[in-house]
């Protein structure tokens, strides 16, 4: 641990003794669990939310053995992470379990949608914003009483007059001719975000990484959005069969399904059932 997170664990630390818990979970963050099983000997849990090959603790198998050891349970939110966190493990694995992240699902689905195309995430490559944008390049012009719609930003909600990137440059500059068939709306506000999820007809999901688990995706659904996605990481665990999805989120997969679900009332409109279903 840096100095700065070993106050942290410390004050951790303090708390528990004096609070006494009966579980202490921890999220993502592995090093503390070490630091806490040194101080502690109540239950612990760990809850993994990322890949854990990328994470800082866990990245080699005798890290994650170690971590098995020490933790009484460990809650992935996906099967695939799960897979992640038990590659080249051995020996008994029943304490890693899949606990997939939640969300209130509104009791019936929106009465009508509008003919909206949205995308929620941050505006970085790994999130495939810019492929959408280019595959609306091939199939916007074809329908012009349908909007796309993004949000997200490259930064913070808290960084409002932070410069452009030069990604987030490249995608106004290739949505730019559309004028207002095409709106970025930047960082909202989560309750405006469901807001437009109950309006949008179509989610589309271009992620080019393996997704965790899929928030976005599941977000859409609960809203009966017709899903436009990959199958990378926990997204094919999320969406079933309920969703139009691609083995990967390139331009012309993403403008053919678009192009299919625009045109197909009848399947966009199952697509938004099943996919409620699912949520």
Sequence with gaps: LSSGSKNYAATIIERINNEKPDLVEVHNRPNLV????KNWNGKLA?????????????????????????????????????????????????????????????????????????FIGRLQPEKGSLEF????????????????IFIGASRHQHEPDAKMSAYEQQLNDTVKPFGDQVELRGYCLHKET???LA???????????????GCAALEGMAHGCAILSTIRGG??????????LMQEATVDAIAEGLDKLIKDEAYREDLQQRSYKQA
């Excluded at 070490?34 to 099983?37: A, L, T």
């Excluded at 309006?199 to 688990?213: D, H």
């Design 235 to 244: 997204l094919k665990e999320v969406i079933g069969d309920a969703g139009h």
């Design 34 to 37: 070490h630091y806490i099983r």
């Design 194 to 196: 469901l807001a437009a």
């Design 133 to 148: 944008a280019q595959a609306l390049q091939k199939t916007l012009p074809n329908y012009p009483d349908w909007k796309a």
């Design 46 to 118: 760990l809850h993994i939310h990322n890949d854990p090959l990328t994470i800082r603790g866990a990245g080699s198998i005798s890290q994650r053995e170690a971590l098995v050891q020490k933790c009484d349970v460990i809650y992935c939110v996906s099967s695939f992470i799960r897979d992640q966190f038990c590659e080249g493990l051995r020996g008994n694995l029943r304490n890693i379990q899949v606990a997939y992240n939640g969300f209130s699902v509104p009791d019936t689905l929106p009465k009508s949608k509008q003919k909206h195309l949205l």
């Design 199 to 213: 309006k949008a007809a179509i989610l589309v999901v271009p992620s080019q990484c393996n997704e965790a688990f």
